[in-house]
């Protein structure tokens, strides 16, 4: 599993690389996007709506309003651990809000939950 913020968006380079949508001199992994697969919600976690993602905004990308996805729970496939499995059950935004006033941060948080146990055979 990799879980952080990133700063990149679903769609750059090394997003692509992580979820097998691209190869690098001729490897790749395959890591699935909790977000894609059960997010709830826009998955936007660097939004000027926070004022503290506000200011980052606005200074290094010349916008204030701009709302990207940077933060991932990749989970890996079923190839790197065959003996187990991690079924991605529901992926959320969290700490999207103040609380009493306060930002936890300027990003927002991203919740998973994750059913994972061994890889039952079938038949």
């Known amino acids: ?6 700063n990149a968006e679903p769609d750059a380079a090394s997003i692509r ?15 699935y996007d909790a977000w894609e697969i059960a997010g709830i919600g826009t998955g936007k976690t ?14 290094i990308i010349g ?16 190839d790197a651990h065959p003996k187990g499995r991690a079924e991605i059950q529901s ?3 969290v700490l999207d809000r103040p609380v009493d006033g306060i930002w936890p ?5 991203v919740m998973v ?10 038949g």
């Not at 599993?1 to 990133?6: H, P, Q």
């Not at 949508?21 to 890591?31: A, H, P």
């Not at 939950?113 to 079938?122: C, E």
């Open 1 to 6: 599993m990799i879980a952080g913020d990133l």
């Open 17 to 31: 690389f992580l979820t097998g949508r691209q190869s690098l001199e001729g490897r790749s992994v395959c890591y």
């Open 46 to 59: 660097w939004t000027g709506v926070n004022p503290n993602a506000m200011a980052g905004a606005e200074r």
């Open 63 to 78: 916008q204030r309003n701009y709302h990207r996805r940077f933060d991932y729970v990749l989970v890996g496939s079923w």
């Open 91 to 93: 992926a959320e935004c």
């Open 105 to 109: 941060s300027d990003h927002y948080g």
């Open 113 to 122: 939950d994750i059913d994972v146990g061994p890889n039952a055979k079938a």
